[in-house]
């Protein structure tokens, strides 16, 4: 297929106000026609709860109501979605994401790995592990993390071993270290990588919490393509091509996965 619209929104939720996102969320991507569309994390909800209490209010299983919009979304507007939303499984919680494929009617649902900060208290780990979504009529093989979990190099490593073309990351970002970490990202794998932040500032009984935006994609080899600014909801859009992320050569000698040497990479060895 070799070229694929890529796109990223930037978004400041009210918290709680569930239905009210959910329509901005769908009049942003109004008439932008892109193949993929990356939402930031919970952002049908917002970010801070104060209890599980709280959370349990706005939590929903993967097969509820949010998936049902998203769906309907996916198919009008003939597009892959990718979106942050606390999700209910029995009595636990997870900060999760929806990958949602037009004509599938199947939720796909990746679990936030690494937790960040207070999402300790109220959400559980994720146990779904990395993996890499096929898209066929797209030609192109998504990765989806979430936020927090850029900070390790395994997540994107491993994604891009399982074949990820563009990496996904709905996110809430409160620090500037991403900046430099996510070029780093998308080079050190050659690998499309797209950056869905919210902007805004939460207040919630004694914490405060203001949110980077700065949305971006990035090129394989680390450089910006497009960037949103520090405030204020954006969507931006641009055309990759998935196929230049399969050679994963640099010059005609080195290769980023094939030169790896994953026998000295242990933590056991001895100097």
Request: charge should be neutral; hydrophobic fraction near 40%; include cysteine.
């Amino acid at each position: 297929m070799g070229s694929l619209k890529l796109a990223v929104v930037q978004f400041t939720p009210r918290f709680g106000k569930k239905e009210e996102n959910l329509n901005r969320l769908a009049a942003l991507v109004s008439g932008i026609g892109a193949d993929v569309i990356v939402y930031p994390e919970l952002c049908t909800t917002g970010y801070l709860f104060t209890s599980r209490s709280e959370l349990d209010q706005v939590a929903e299983e993967a097969t509820g109501p949010t998936f049902t919009f998203f769906q309907e979304l996916a198919d009008r507007i003939d597009s892959v979605l990718v979106a942050g939303f606390a999700e209910r499984a029995g009595a636990s919680f997870y900060n999760s994401c929806l990958i949602v494929l037009p004509g599938e009617n199947k939720p796909i649902v990746y679990r936030k790995t690494h937790l960040f900060y207070k999402e300790t208290l109220f959400f559980e780990p994720g146990d779904t592990g990395f993996f890499a979504v096929p898209v066929p009529s797209r030609d192109v093989l998504i990765g989806p993390m979430i936020c927090y979990d850029w900070r390790f190099p395994e997540s994107a490593r491993v994604l891009t071993l399982l074949g990820a073309d563009v990496i996904v990351c709905p996110s809430n970002l409160v620090t500037d270290a991403w900046q430099v970490v996510m070029p780093a990202r998308a080079v050190e794998n050659k690998v499309y990588l797209a950056v869905a932040n919210r902007c805004g500032v939460e207040r919630r009984g004694s914490d405060e919490l203001r949110f980077k935006g700065k949305s971006a994609i990035y090129s394989h080899d680390g450089r910006i393509i497009r960037a949103a600014g520090p405030s204020g909801d954006a969507v931006l859009a641009a055309t990759v091509d998935p196929q230049q992320t399969r050679d994963k050569s640099f010059n005609p000698i080195n290769n980023v996965l094939s030169d790896r040497k994953p026998r000295h990479y242990s933590a056991l060895t001895k100097l």
